[in-house]
């Protein structure tokens, strides 16, 4: 009898019992972190644009002093919107090289395993002189920028694939 190899199962969907949509499981910085506040969105659509209600996103980032010693990590379900929503401090430069930003992965349904990329702050000037986004097409690297909003949010969009899809990283 020959032996063959089962095949891969996709990622997700996920059962929820071990995740959260509890708004204080969002926030990630303790009282006394330093730098700035913020609350980053990030929305999850597939390759027709329709939200992805059963993903998980996964984010990490230096601190408020660009250290990633003690950084910061968190994991939250998206909600039917394909939405969810961490405060956090607004990681500063890496090193003096790298310009503020998130490390997110995205776990979906229908994905072999997690999408890498980052999340840059638009406007930011010091993501003129920073080395992973300059390796990026200069016409895709606004797929890799949070947008302010008038409330004080950041918003990140994440297009798993078709127009506008986000950079993904091979790492």
């Known amino acids: 009898m020959e032996l063959v190899p089962t095949p891969t199962q996709t990622i997700g969907p996920f059962f929820h019992l071990a995740l959260t949509t509890r708004d204080t499981l969002a926030r990630l910085a303790r009282s006394d972190a330093k730098g700035e506040r913020i609350r980053l969105a990030i929305r999850v659509l597939d390759g027709d644009g329709a939200p992805v209600?059963?993903?998980m996103i996964e984010i990490w980032h230096a601190d408020g002093a660009g250290d990633y010693g003690p950084g910061v990590f968190a994991r939250l379900a998206t909600n039917?919107?394909?939405t969810c929503v961490f405060e956090t401090v607004k990681p500063a430069?890496?090193?003096e090289i790298?310009?503020?930003h998130l490390n997110v992965a995205v776990f979906a349904r229908g994905l072999l395993k997690q999408l890498i990329t980052r999340v840059y702050f638009a406007?930011?000037?010091a993501n003129q002189n920073?080395?992973?986004l300059a390796l990026v097409p200069a016409n895709r690297r606004d797929t890799l920028l949070a947008?302010?909003?008038e409330s004080a949010q950041w918003n990140f969009e994440i297009r798993l694939s078709g127009g506008g899809e986000?950079?993904?990283f091979d790492v």
């Open 130 to 132: 920073d080395p992973i």
């Open 166 to 168: 986000t950079v993904f």
């Open 98 to 100: 790298h310009a503020p």
């Open 93 to 95: 430069s890496v090193a």
């Open 147 to 149: 947008q302010t909003h």
């Open 53 to 55: 209600d059963d993903a």
């Open 123 to 125: 406007g930011d000037p």
């Open 80 to 82: 039917e919107s394909g």
